[in-house]
């Protein structure tokens, strides 16, 4: 699987936007899906989470209630729809995988990233 982020861009705190990431391969759904973010002068952090079965969502706290995570088998996309943006959500965010995976919020258990798509939220 390899994966393509878009949808990142410029936006006023308390607008909306929707990332998107667009994943090859024949088998996407065997696999756990994550976004994660990174902001200047922070290390990367999880944002959200979806497992290869049974479609559990997991969110950071910090996004719980404004991010909702969700994906298409059938066309191999993961998306990210980010509502309520705060300036502290600016960050290069980037989509992940891990074949099989069952931690959902830790960096280290993916294999495959993205290349990171940029959110910058204005006050």
């Known amino acids: 699987v390899q994966l393509q982020a878009s949808g990142g861009g410029l936006v006023q705190a308390g607008g909306s936007l929707r990332l998107s990431c667009a994943a090859s391969?024949?088998?996407?759904?065997?696999?756990?899906l994550g976004w994660f973010r990174q902001a200047p002068g922070k290390e990367r952090e999880f944002v959200a989470g979806m497992k290869w079965s049974g479609g559990s969502r997991y969110y950071a706290d910090s996004v719980k209630g404004r991010f909702t995570i969700s994906r298409d088998n059938a066309k191999n996309t993961v998306s990210l729809q980010m509502s309520g943006l705060k300036p502290e959500d600016t960050a290069v965010y980037y989509c992940a995988s891990q074949f099989l995976g069952t931690v959902v919020d830790a960096a280290e258990g993916y294999n495959l990233w993205g290349q990171g798509t940029l959110v910058t939220v204005s006050s």
């Open positions: 391969g024949r088998t996407f759904s065997t696999y756990t």
